[in-house]
């Protein structure tokens, strides 16, 4: 069952402790919290979040534990967030005079790297990483724009001036060490300004303009690739309608996508669970929900100041705003009861026909050790849409709920595999 909870920062000293059960409000504490600004986890587990006052979080457990790494203090304005490992990683800051910090143990501690090239940039936005050695960042929220990239791990910097493409640049993303794209606007800050998407095929040598808007007071901001083609970019929009872009070839071309009819959508952050189902939200107190690929959004009850979204898979995911937040759609498996069955059996999901909901049962025989369990979802085409099992299970009766909520009508294959075994059972969604 698809849970969606926030994780309610409660400062105790320098921990902070998560709770996941619960849509909660940050009580009071020490601290004035702005808003987290961005977040970066290497895994479901491991991840951080900065705060734009400028204190650093880390968790280790998926958010039930948050620790206070650091505060990079006096220094306000953290922006953007990035590690390549659990020790190495980068924050951008909206200072000209210390614009990069660096950390090599974790985020505990954090130097100021001083050999960028100037002019001095008035802010890193949005950063990007590919393996161990290219780092590239976009900035400023002022004018003009500027591509930093380092391609030897930050030994050597180098800094170009992208004015006469973007005013402003709020996010990049790099798919492969050449190829990238960028977002921002160009022209006067806020009244002229036009979102933009810049693309580069060279590493940021070179960058030309892939989608230019046709109405003002529009800035792209953060953006989400749903897959190495399908992509998206939120946009904050003083004007009407409020909208944002979609592109479906790797970001060469984009198009306005309609959000809703009405001004003062401030969007900041867009993300998705897979290729239908997503949220955006951002600078307002309404975030919106997808499930048919962005055709269609409405009102959900969940996120304020949004500006980031991460996601492992179909089931794991984060964004920060307000709070820190947390997608949890993992399949539970339940122990059904202590019978030792006989042999392997995959039993026909009940009930059938389903809507959205259905129970899959399955039995793991008699064995001296944990046997590796898989059991996967295919559609009528043979193609392998959700993996809801794999892992060693021991001898016992088992029960999974499958969620086809974000399916259409139609016939679904349930296949168990454990060794020599392979069960097949047909399912039919009716909606």
């Not at 002022?142 to 030897?152: G, H, I, L, Q, V």
């Not at 808007?213 to 970019?233: Q, S, V």
Request: glycine content about 10%; overall charge neutral.
């Amino acid at each position: 069952m698809i849970k969606v909870s926030v994780i309610a920062i409660i400062l105790s000293g320098n921990n902070i402790q998560a709770q996941s059960s619960g849509w909660f409000r940050t009580p009071g504490s020490p601290y004035t919290y702005a808003g987290f600004q961005d977040l970066y986890f290497i895994n479901p587990n491991t991840g951080w979040v900065i705060n734009i006052e400028g204190p650093v979080f880390r968790t280790t457990n998926g958010g039930i534990n948050w620790i206070m790494t650091d505060s990079i203090s006096p220094m306000a304005s953290l922006l953007c967030v990035k590690f390549i490992n659990e020790n190495t990683g980068w924050i951008g800051t909206r200072n000209p005079n210390r614009q990069l910090f660096k950390t090599t143990n974790g985020g505990f501690n954090w130097t100021v790297i001083t050999n960028i090239p100037p002019p001095a940039v008035s802010g890193f936005q949005g950063m990007s990483l590919v393996g161990d050695s290219n780092i590239y960042l976009v900035g400023s929220d002022e004018a003009p724009s500027y591509f930093t990239r380092s391609t030897n791990g930050g030994t050597i910097w180098q800094s170009i001036n992208l004015g006469v493409h973007a005013t402003v640049l709020f996010d990049c993303m790099f798919f492969s060490k050449d190829s990238g794209i960028a977002s921002g606007a160009i022209g006067n800050f806020v009244s002229e300004a036009i979102c933009v998407v810049l693309f580069t095929s060279d590493g940021g040598v070179s960058w030309r303009n892939v989608f230019t808007g046709n109405r003002r007071k529009t800035l792209g901001w953060n953006m989400f690739f749903a897959d190495r083609d399908l992509g998206y970019c939120a946009i904050e929009s003083f004007s009407a309608p409020a909208d944002y872009l979609k592109t479906t070839n790797g970001g060469l071309n984009w198009e306005f996508k309609i959000l809703r009819n009405s001004p003062g959508y401030h969007m900041l952050a867009i993300g998705f669970r897979n290729e239908n189902t997503g949220w955006i939200g951002g600078n307002t107190d309404t975030t919106f929900r997808t499930t048919d690929g962005g055709n269609t959004w409405a009102y959900t009850g969940f996120g304020k100041n949004l500006n980031n979204f991460q996601f492992f898979g179909d089931s794991i995911g984060y964004c920060v705003g307000q709070y820190v937040y947390k997608f949890d759609n993992t399949v539970v498996i339940k122990h059904v009861n202590t019978v030792i069955p006989n042999e392997y059996l995959l039993e026909q999901n009940y009930p059938n026909p389903f809507n959205p909901f259905t129970k899959i049962s399955f039995s793991v025989p008699v064995a001296l050790n944990s046997v590796k369990v898989k059991i996967s979802v295919f559609n009528i085409l043979g193609k392998e849409i959700r993996t809801l099992v794999n892992e060693s299970l021991t001898s016992g009766n088992y029960e999974i709920e499958f969620d086809g909520s974000n399916l259409s009508s139609g016939v679904y294959f349930c296949k168990m595999e454990s060794g020599k075994f392979l069960g097949i059972k047909s399912m039919i969604l009716l909606k």
